[in-house]
């Protein structure tokens, strides 16, 4: 019986010990959130939103890097998201479970592993420099593009491996071949979490600063891009620029809280769209 | 025709399956092909020699000393394993020195005279160190060039200055850069583990799946906030926080990139611990629980070393990552490229010191090249992180067959 209460008591502690850890890490998740929010929100106005920055960027608004993280994540997008699904695509339905499949896997977690500033480094020495596009929206695409492949490969091939194989030989059943198979059967019934890991993608290439800063970032460029060939200004860059190295930094700081929070309500937005998707779309599939 | 469409398709995706594989090998291309231009030269400015008295037996100097003589932290030749004498330094300004202007007349236009009064200068001093360009050095003359041994892996790794501009020679020791990287790093993890575990465990074992279903998002979320806004964060608060409750100069230090870089690290544990204690197999947990033992018994004697492998994985992804996490410890660290003797001095990383310098390299000069090499140092780092973490987790596998 004593053994039995000691089991107990240590049961209850241990638990409970979790339990608190757990709530500080959801603590200090919206300790950040709430700082920036009660920061920044008095700063957010459509002025904010719509106007040029002004006066060594201390009034004024974050139009251009609004606009300029939007053609970025745009372009990655337009590039990663065909290859990232097509690459998924070909991985789990076409390879046979050999070397070849394991070292395309392997390749595909390196890829996920590799540093951002690394893909920087890259995307400065092969998009900047070698293909000669300059400082430009195309080069900052391309790496931003390379950099969430990973991401959109590794969600593809999750969400089909998860379709039962039922679908696929009742398919095939009624003579259908395999392109025709997964085009009109297995992809339709992926789509709500390739679309989920998308949506997620989206939020991480928009908030990404590190490969960006060598490939297209601008520190200070009051005007809108005209072409994929011109350098833009982009909202992580902007926020790392207001905080560490504007002109004046007491001044520019309430510019600062503005950005940092328009970039938590991106990610905000995307991971409840994310969400959203992932419940509607599967409950609409089910029925 | 059908056939041949569907061949096509065939084709594509094919081609778009190797695509991650090609990404690679071409990063590790452009990377070392940069990176490898650092290495077998000289680290002096381009057309730029060190000269000394033909007397002088020493005729080889590392660029470590050539910084130490030029910087009077080694002021007699007997430190450099020559003769018992104090050196002088000389360069170009100090020529005023040992001539007047009148002695000097016309020398703007006479690049030779010039050459011969700096040869006199070399020739008549015992002890002088010159640091000269390549032509203001006559055709005969009676000066004793020193050699400054190339830039070698040695040297690289090993160095404990970095000071890519730095004159008459520039350092490229990452010592310190990789010191800092690692500790900053482990510090994090350190402090991430034990609530990455405790939020593991308690997701997949205690919570019940309403709870569980708010942590998930909220996790989410935290991987998805930009490292900006946290680099942001660590600057606003962690940074005056962190100065005050120490008592510190300065508040970015070590330790609260290491706090910073904890949050960020967060999710990557978590995630990855939670997947391997949910994967360990129903009937090992069930027999124990048959046997009388409690959940609490069962978790930490069961469920937790049945899940080790996948947990150690966590682990060192937590690191890979936290070792090449850029723009919040750049913000938050300090940046000051020494070696780091305790967690509240400023440090520097790897990466933080890619972002910060790259701007102002100059591209195709040796600088340039050094920070490309430091990328290549951490491509390996995180190539290494992953192949562990590969053979760890099918190391576990294997053994829950068994």
């Not at chain 1, 590039?79 to 699904?85: D, L, S």
């Not at chain 1, 200004?233 to 700081?253: K, N």
């Not at chain 2, 360009?133 to 009676?142: D, G, L, M, R, V």
């Not at chain 2, 906030?225 to 680099?231: E, K, L």
Request: charged fraction near 15%; include cysteine.
């Amino acid at each position: 019986m004593k053994g039995r209460t000691k089991k107990r008591v240590a049961e209850l502690i241990a638990f409970n010990l979790f339990r608190i850890m757990s709530a500080s890490i959801v603590l200090v998740l919206f300790s950040i959130l709430a700082f920036i929010v009660v920061r920044g929100i008095g700063v957010i106005s459509w002025d904010f939103i719509s106007k040029m920055p002004e006066e060594g960027m201390t009034k004024g608004g974050i139009w251009p890097a609004i606009v300029g993280t939007m053609c970025l994540v745009a372009g990655s997008m337009l590039f990663a998201f065909p290859v990232g699904v097509l690459s998924g695509i070909y991985i789990n339905e076409f390879v046979k479970d050999n070397w070849f499949k394991r070292f395309v896997k392997l390749m595909t977690n390196n890829l996920a592993g590799v540093p951002s500033i690394v893909f920087g480094l890259f995307g400065m020495s092969l998009f900047v420099n070698t293909l000669g596009f300059g400082d430009s929206i195309i080069a900052g695409s391309l790496t931003l593009g390379l950099l969430a492949l990973p991401v959109i490969i590794r969600t593809t091939e999750e969400s089909l491996k998860s379709i039962d194989k039922y679908h696929r030989e009742g398919s095939y059943a009624l003579g259908a071949t395999k392109i025709q198979t997964i085009r009109r059967v297995v992809l339709p019934l992926a789509m709500p979490n390739i679309i989920t890991g998308f949506i997620l993608s989206i939020g991480r290439v928009s908030g990404e600063t590190a490969p960006i800063l060598f490939t297209v970032a601008a520190y200070f460029l009051p005007k809108l891009p005209s072409s994929m060939f011109d350098q833009v200004m982009a909202l992580p860059y902007h926020l790392y620029v207001l905080s560490t190295s504007g002109t004046d930094m007491e001044a520019s700081r309430n510019m600062a809280y503005g950005t940092a929070l328009v970039l938590i309500l991106i990610v905000l937005i995307l991971n409840l769209l994310a969400n959203f998707t992932r419940r509607f779309l599967n409950k609409k599939i089910k029925q | 025709m059908k056939k041949l469409l569907e061949k096509l398709t065939e084709g594509i995706l094919m081609l778009s399956g190797t695509v991650t594989t090609v990404t690679v090998l071409l990063i590790v291309f452009f990377l070392f092909k940069e990176g490898a231009g650092l290495f077998g030269k000289s680290p002096t400015e381009d057309g730029f020699t060190v000269a000394v008295n033909h007397n002088n037996p020493i005729d080889k100097l590392s660029p470590e000393q050539i910084k130490n003589v030029f910087d009077q932290n080694i002021v007699n030749w007997k430190e450099l394993g020559g003769n018992d004498d104090s050196i002088i330094l000389f360069r170009m300004d100090d020529l005023l020195s040992y001539y007047s202007e009148d002695e000097l007349g016309g020398i703007d236009t006479n690049m030779s005279l010039l050459a011969q009064k700096i040869d006199q200068v070399i020739e008549n001093n015992k002890g002088v160190i010159a640091f000269i360009s390549a032509n203001e050095i006559p055709k005969e003359h009676h000066s004793k060039l020193v050699r400054i041994e190339s830039i070698g892996l040695g040297s690289f790794f090993g160095g404990e200055v970095w000071f890519p501009t730095s004159t008459p020679v520039a350092q490229f020791g990452i010592y310190p850069l990789l010191m800092g990287t690692l500790w900053v790093s482990f510090i994090a993890i350190l402090i991430a583990l034990p609530f990455g575990l405790a939020a593991a465990i308690y997701m997949a074992e205690i919570a019940d799946s309403k709870v569980r279903g708010i942590l998930k998002p909220i996790i989410e979320l935290l991987a998805g906030i930009p490292s900006v806004v946290y680099g942001f964060f660590g600057l606003i608060v962690l940074v005056p926080l962190v100065q005050q409750l120490f008592n510190l100069p300065v508040g970015e230090t070590g330790l609260t990139g290491s706090i910073v870089l904890a949050i960020m690290a967060l999710p990557t544990i978590i995630t990855v611990a939670e997947d391997a204690i949910t994967r360990t197999p129903r009937s090992v947990r069930e027999a124990s629980l048959a046997l009388g033992a409690s959940q609490w018994q069962t978790i930490y004697r069961i469920v937790i070393p049945a899940a080790s492998s996948g947990i150690t994985a966590a682990v060192i992804l937590g690191i890979g990552r936290a070792i090449g996490e850029t723009m919040a410890v750049l913000m938050v660290t300090g940046n000051a490229a020494v070696v780091p003797h305790s967690m509240l001095e400023p440090m520097r990383t790897i990466p933080a010191t890619i972002a910060a310098e790259l701007g102002e390299a100059a591209k195709g000069s040796l600088h340039y090249d050094a920070l490309f090499a430091l990328g290549c140092v951490l491509f390996i780092i995180t190539m290494l992180v992953n192949i562990t973490v590969e053979m760890i987790s099918k190391k576990g596998t294997k053994n829950k067959l068994r």
